[in-house]
């Protein structure tokens, strides 16, 4: 429900002028030609100094008049004071605030601004502004007026005909006789009280700022978030509905049993029948009656605008007639006596005189009293043992005010359904009631009573506390007039329901006031016997009341759910948003009255009121907790004018709604909480993307604020480790994310638990690249969606990539709440010549993710994984432990096998066994150690035998050596590349002899290449040559590599030298090699080792994981030496080559898995 800003346009000089009023100033006109020159001299030379030659220091001339300097023009034109749309064109020309003149068109200035508070006006969203539109005729529309309603007229008179109502005149006396006055008083103090704390925490919020049109959905839903202001405003919606069947059952009730009786359409032949024909009558006249209130609200809302006044009157006049029958029982009580059998009340509706015979001319003869209770009229005909042993009585229902009998009305007085309603204190012969005797002209009892009952259908009698706010937009002041109206009505309402409680127990006899329907008194409304001048006062006053109140909620119920639907929060509800051209809730009104004929189906007054009594309970507790929120997380927003609150009132109040929730009737209680509830979680499905400033948000910054500082205090235990992973994405040149299935591992790995940070660096400065930025972080939060990762985005702009992930590994997170894991995808294009850095700042990744004690998990061909949609139905996840880093490889298979795509693989565990292990046992001992972490997994230990190096591990070295030699050279420049090779072209001519002899068969089949290309390979054979006799000495600071490096060892050489040591045996293999590259003498040996190490485990992965869904494996840490960077990278592609989906797996140096409990 947002703000409607008015702006009234005021003439003359707008603006803030520096002298003179905004209408009458009048500025003095100059000649046009000085016109002309003062604006030029304004526009172009206000700073230049003016050319007189008898000046001496630069004179600057300043023109006051305000509508051409300064801000005598208005610059804002729009109502929102943020909007600057339509000022771009107005150019701030003025000298006196020229070092704020940039800023104009986006921050407005003072002047500028207080005069758009002057002229702001909030109108009503209800019933006005529809009623003003069906009066606007033709372009010209109405004249705007500004609010002029006061406390009393705005809100205490309002408040006083929503709470005063039904439940007063139909049910209080029948409260009143069944709990007795004590119990009675307890009741109303404690709805009274529920009442009154949350008017003062509705006071405190109404008061905290402007308050539009809305009254409590729009307090609770921007005190509380969209969450639980869509839910407690849908379920305010629902208690008004309700509210509205409750006053429609309460106007046929009053039609059908005292103002024409005879209008029934069911009638009952039996006793035992009434009840369910006159809930069927209640039904089909309930229904109509619905239907012309829904018609009337829909035709014009004005009509019922008008007749408010009329209603409220008869609520007035009928407590004011109330009061005169009491102070008139004091010297005149009225005469309405009752019939009483024995101690038991008749009904008196079939009689005219309370006894069984008298005497006419001498004889005497039955009564029509004689015919209930005999099958004749005969003085001997058989008739009811009861009716024949007691004797016929006639007690004034209404004995007075000095009667005392307030003592025998004290105490409560419950029973079950069709109890009779007796009189203790009269004489009774054969007192036990037989199963019978509810079907004889008795009052009986027609509901089970007891005080949970009692209390759940007075409740609706008090609420009503919400018309004041529902009004704010048209309260000259609503802050002020809010409180103090809404606390002044109730409590007028609670002193009338107080004294009406003690005066009726008073002054009516008690098996009066248990007389639900006044059968005891001929049909009479009870509260109407005690009324003066005539019990129709009450009657007609109290149907007119009901049928206003009625009309009232079919009015107000239809614009709160046009409200909320047009707040966007609950999806499906936008539909009852539109209306009418003048802005009638037309399809709103439509769903009200079908809620609303739901409640006059059930047709009994007393069944409906603990329905409507949850649903109003329900509003005023959020209502309560916004305010007890909103002051305990003393928000800087929370200043509320109105003083005279406390957290503690706040939660009382709270606690009093609970409470009173589950007393009236606990089930209730419970299905409007689920209905709350699903509301609640339906809208945090759909994500509603309100920001409202709410409470709830505080309460979670407050919640966040202390778990960081308590997570702070200690790390997290063995048992409570789970990786909090800070995920590295890739950009492409769009911004678009490059691999998003990196999110979706994320999303499988992590299952919503746990913290995760989706991070990208981005190249430059902050100030060129802050669109960038923002355009980055919108598309990882839209990849993040997709995927169904739950996490937080975390752009950085900085002057190159490595600083940028250095950042975010170090300042990522916050307090205790940071990563422990980085998860990135492997460079694949590290070998192109058109990203040389790719792999430098993949390696300076892996050394500071292990420097701060970081786990690391990189994902190689990351595209292949599956989404989040997929199923895999078979395999296996094969975890390699080469070695202990604290058992992130035991931990991931188990996390990933708790999501639905990685459910149905199994895990397998393989390890590997040197010469001197004893394999068997170690199998044993991992399996029992598996045990112990509970983990379900096959076990598997490979042995690896110390074989001699291959030739192809020779020629992966040499390759990879050459390679190396050949990035580090380039960087020369061409002079001194030319100057190295003449020096060295003597000493290296025989070893590019034989090189290009052994290489000739490939280079024959391959294509021959070009002069330059020739020219560049022979520099690089040189150069590897040169460099191999003397290895040790290797360049630390070569960065930057050529644009383009071709090797000397092509593809086909090196798989026709694989197949061909596979071939031969080992003995062979070794002589061909010292027979064939003498040059290998030369290579590092270490360098061999480690390539040895990759190809051996290489193989025996791939033989046996090939075919495995995925690969966990050990990730070998880089060299200490930075010199050997790029061999490291060629250690890796030859451990993972041939693999489809490999996660390497580095810990970050601590145990994350035990076997304690």
């Known amino acids: 429900m947002g703000e409607r800003f008015v702006v009234v346009p005021v003439d003359g000089g707008v603006g803030v002028a520096g002298v003179g009023d905004h209408s009458d100033a009048v500025v003095s006109d100059p000649a046009p030609d000085s016109v002309e020159e003062e604006k030029e001299a304004g526009e172009d030379s206000v700073f230049?100094?003016?050319?007189?030659?008898?000046?001496?220091?630069?004179?600057?001339?300043?023109?006051?008049?305000?509508?051409?300097?300064?801000?005598?023009?208005?610059?804002?034109?729009?109502?929102?004071?943020?909007?600057?749309?339509?000022?771009?064109?107005?150019?701030?020309?003025?000298?006196?605030?020229?070092?704020?003149?940039?800023?104009?068109?986006?921050?407005?200035?003072?002047?500028?601004?207080?005069?758009?508070?002057?002229?702001?006006?909030?109108?009503?969203?209800?019933?006005?502004?529809?009623?003003?539109?069906?009066?606007?005729?033709?372009?010209?529309?109405?004249?705007?007026?500004?609010?002029?309603?006061?406390?009393?007229?705005?809100?205490?008179?309002?408040?006083?005909?929503?709470?005063?109502?039904?439940?007063?005149?139909?049910?209080?006396?029948?409260?009143?006789?069944?709990?007795?006055?004590?119990?009675?008083?307890?009741?109303?103090?404690?709805?009274?009280?529920?009442?009154?704390?949350?008017?003062?925490?509705?006071?405190?919020?109404?008061?905290?700022?402007?308050?539009?049109?809305?009254?409590?959905?729009?307090?609770?839903?921007?005190?509380?978030?969209?969450?639980?202001?869509?839910?407690?405003?849908?379920?305010?919606?629902?208690?008004?509905?309700?509210?509205?069947?409750?006053?429609?059952?309460?106007?046929?009730?009053?039609?059908?049993?005292?103002?024409?009786?005879?209008?029934?359409?069911?009638?009952?032949?039996?006793?035992?029948?009434?009840?369910?024909?006159?809930?069927?009558?209640?039904?089909?006249?309930?229904?109509?009656?619905?239907?012309?209130?829904?018609?009337?609200?829909?035709?014009?809302?004005?009509?019922?605008?008008?007749?408010?006044?009329?209603?409220?009157?008869?609520?007035?006049?009928?407590?004011?007639?109330?009061?005169?029958?009491?102070?008139?029982?004091?010297?005149?009580?009225?005469?309405?006596?009752?019939?009483?059998?024995?101690?038991?009340?008749?009904?008196?509706?079939?009689?005219?005189?309370?006894?069984?015979?008298?005497?006419?001319?001498?004889?005497?003869?039955?009564?029509?009293?004689?015919?209930?209770?005999?099958?004749?009229?005969?003085?001997?005909?058989?008739?009811?043992?009861?009716?024949?042993?007691?004797?016929?009585?006639?007690?004034?229902?209404?004995?007075?005010?000095?009667?005392?009998?307030?003592?025998?009305?004290?105490?409560?007085?419950?029973?079950?359904?069709?109890?009779?309603?007796?009189?203790?204190?009269?004489?009774?012969?054969?007192?036990?009631?037989?199963?019978?005797?509810?079907?004889?002209?008795?009052?009986?009892?027609?509901?089970?009573?007891?005080?949970?009952?009692?209390?759940?259908?007075?409740?609706?009698?008090?609420?009503?506390?919400?018309?004041?706010?529902?009004?704010?937009?048209?309260?000259?002041?609503?802050?002020?007039?809010?409180?103090?109206?809404?606390?002044?009505?109730?409590?007028?309402?609670?002193?009338?329901?107080?004294?009406?409680?003690?005066?009726?127990?008073?002054?009516?006899?008690?098996?009066?006031?248990?007389?639900?329907?006044?059968?005891?008194?001929?049909?009479?409304?009870?509260?109407?016997?005690?009324?003066?001048?005539?019990?129709?006062?009450?009657?007609?006053?109290?149907?007119?009341?009901?049928?206003?109140?009625?009309?009232?909620?079919?009015?107000?119920?239809?614009?709160?759910?046009?409200?909320?639907?047009?707040?966007?929060?609950?999806?499906?509800?936008?539909?009852?948003?539109?209306?009418?051209?003048?802005g009638e809730p037309t399809w709103a009104l439509l769903l009200t009255a079908g809620i609303c004929e739901i409640g006059i189906l059930i047709a009994s007054l007393d069944a409906v009121a603990p329905i409507l009594s949850m649903f109003f309970l329900m509003c005023y507790l959020f209502v309560n907790l916004a305010c007890a929120l909103q002051t305990l997380l003393r928000t800087p927003n929370w200043r509320p004018r109105f003083k005279y609150y406390h957290w503690a009132l706040s939660f009382l109040g709270m606690s009093l709604c609970l409470a009173l929730m589950f007393i009236c009737s606990w089930y209730y209680a419970i299905v409007a909480m689920a209905i709350a509830t699903i509301i609640y979680k339906y809208i945090e499905y759909r994500g509603a993307e309100k920001e409202w400033g709410d409470g709830i948000r505080g309460l979670s910054l407050n919640a966040a604020r202390y778990a960081l500082i308590r997570l702070e205090e200690a790390p997290p235990h063995t048992k409570n480790w789970r990786p909090q992973l800070l995920v590295l994405l890739n950009l492409d040149s769009d911004q678009g994310v490059k691999h998003p299935r990196l999110l979706s591992l994320t999303t499988q790995m992590k299952a919503g638990k746990g913290l995760t940070i989706v991070g990208n660096v981005l190249e430059g400065t902050y100030l060129t690249k802050d669109t960038e930025a923002r355009k980055a972080e919108q598309n990882i939060k839209s990849a993040m969606s997709e995927e169904r990762t739950k996490g937080f985005c975390h752009v950085v702009v900085s002057s190159n990539l490595r600083d940028g992930v250095s950042h975010l590994i170090q300042s990522a997170g916050l307090g205790g709440m940071k990563h422990n894991t980085v998860l990135m995808a492997w460079p694949g294009t590290w070998r192109q010549a058109n990203d040389p850095q790719s792999w430098k700042n993949f390696i300076e990744t892996v050394r500071e993710s292990t420097a701060a004690h970081h786990a690391l998990l990189v994902a190689k061909n990351v595209d292949s994984f599956p989404t989040n949609l997929d199923r895999l139905g078979e395999g296996t996840i094969d975890v390699w432990w080469v070695v202990h880093d604290g058992g992130m490889l035991m931990l991931l298979p188990f996390l990933l096998r708790q999501h639905k795509v990685w459910r149905k693989c199994k895990m397998r565990i393989f390890t590997v066994a040197q010469m001197d292990d004893n394999s068997i046992q170690m199998k044993k001992d991992l399996q029992m150690f598996l045990y112990h972490l509970r983990l379900n997994a096959e076990v598997e230990v490979v042995e690896m035998h110390d074989n001699d190096i291959s030739a192809f591990t020779y020629e992966k070295t040499l390759v990879m050596e050459q390679r190396s030699q050949m990035l580090k050279q380039m960087q020369l420049s061409r002079t001194e590349r030319e100057r190295e090779i003449q020096s060295i072209t003597d000493e290296s001519r025989n070893s590019i002899r034989r090189k290009n002899q052994g290489a000739a068969p490939s280079a024959n089949r391959s294509r021959p290449p070009s002069t330059a290309e020739e020219t560049q390979e022979d520099e690089a054979q040189l150069i590897h040559d040169r460099n191999t006799a003397s290895h040790a000495t290797i360049n630390d600071k070569a960065e930057a590599g050529p644009d383009r490096v071709h090797m000397t060892w092509t593809k086909d050489k090196l798989f026709m030298e694989r197949n061909r040591n596979r071939e031969c045996n080992a003995n062979v293999a070794v002589r061909d090699l010292f027979n064939m590259k003498p040059e290998w003498e030369s290579l590092n040996q270490s360098n061999v080792r480690r390539m040895h190490t990759a190809v051996k485990l290489n193989e025996v992965v791939v033989n046996k994981s090939q075919g495995a869904q995925l690969v966990l494996l050990n990730m070998p840490g880089p060299p200490r030496n930075r010199g050997g960077d790029e061999n490291y990278m060629e250690f890796l592609e030859v451990l993972l080559e041939g693999l489809n989906r490999v996660l390497l797996v580095r810990g970050g140096g601590r145990e994350v898995i035990t076997i304690y409990s």
């Open 48 to 582: 230049e100094p003016q050319e007189d030659p008898n000046a001496v220091v630069p004179i600057l001339k300043y023109n006051r008049e305000p509508n051409k300097y300064g801000d005598g023009v208005p610059k804002e034109n729009s109502p929102f004071i943020n909007n600057t749309d339509n000022d771009k064109g107005n150019n701030y020309d003025g000298t006196n605030m020229a070092l704020f003149e940039d800023e104009i068109e986006s921050n407005p200035m003072v002047s500028s601004l207080l005069d758009k508070l002057a002229n702001y006006t909030n109108l009503t969203q209800g019933a006005q502004e529809h009623e003003e539109a069906d009066n606007d005729e033709g372009p010209k529309k109405k004249e705007v007026k500004s609010p002029q309603m006061g406390t009393f007229m705005g809100v205490y008179l309002p408040c006083l005909q929503n709470i005063l109502g039904v439940i007063l005149f139909l049910r209080l006396t029948w409260i009143v006789g069944t709990a007795g006055i004590l119990e009675s008083l307890a009741i109303v103090c404690l709805c009274c009280s529920c009442t009154m704390l949350t008017a003062i925490s509705m006071s405190a919020i109404a008061t905290n700022g402007v308050v539009p049109a809305g009254g409590s959905y729009y307090m609770i839903s921007r005190s509380l978030g969209p969450e639980f202001g869509g839910a407690v405003g849908l379920c305010f919606y629902l208690g008004t509905t309700f509210a509205g069947s409750m006053y429609i059952l309460g106007t046929i009730e009053i039609l059908l049993t005292y103002i024409v009786p005879k209008a029934a359409i069911f009638v009952a032949e039996k006793k035992e029948d009434e009840v369910n024909a006159l809930l069927n009558n209640m039904r089909v006249y309930g229904t109509c009656c619905l239907a012309l209130m829904s018609v009337v609200v829909f035709v014009g809302v004005k009509y019922v605008n008008k007749l408010a006044l009329v209603f409220l009157a008869c609520v007035i006049l009928s407590i004011l007639a109330i009061y005169a029958g009491v102070i008139k029982t004091i010297f005149e009580p009225p005469d309405f006596p009752i019939c009483m059998l024995g101690n038991r009340t008749l009904q008196n509706h079939n009689f005219d005189s309370c006894l069984k015979t008298e005497v006419i001319d001498n004889l005497t003869v039955t009564t029509k009293l004689w015919k209930l209770f005999c099958d004749g009229p005969e003085l001997n005909a058989t008739c009811n043992d009861y009716f024949l042993l007691n004797n016929v009585t006639e007690v004034q229902g209404i004995p007075g005010l000095t009667s005392k009998v307030i003592s025998e009305n004290m105490w409560s007085v419950y029973g079950p359904l069709g109890k009779l309603v007796d009189d203790q204190k009269l004489a009774s012969v054969g007192g036990g009631a037989s199963a019978q005797d509810k079907y004889m002209p008795y009052v009986v009892n027609d509901i089970t009573t007891f005080f949970t009952l009692l209390v759940g259908i007075y409740f609706p009698s008090v609420t009503g506390i919400m018309a004041g706010s529902n009004r704010s937009g048209d309260l000259r002041d609503a802050q002020k007039s809010i409180p103090i109206g809404t606390i002044l009505a109730i409590a007028t309402t609670s002193f009338i329901y107080v004294t009406c409680v003690v005066l009726f127990g008073a002054c009516i006899e008690g098996v009066l006031l248990r007389d639900k329907f006044g059968d005891a008194v001929k049909g009479n409304l009870v509260i109407g016997t005690l009324s003066w001048p005539s019990p129709w006062v009450i009657v007609i006053g109290s149907f007119f009341s009901c049928c206003g109140a009625g009309l009232q909620s079919l009015t107000g119920a239809p614009r709160l759910l046009q409200a909320i639907a047009r707040d966007g929060i609950v999806p499906f509800l936008q539909v009852f948003g539109h209306g009418k051209a003048n």
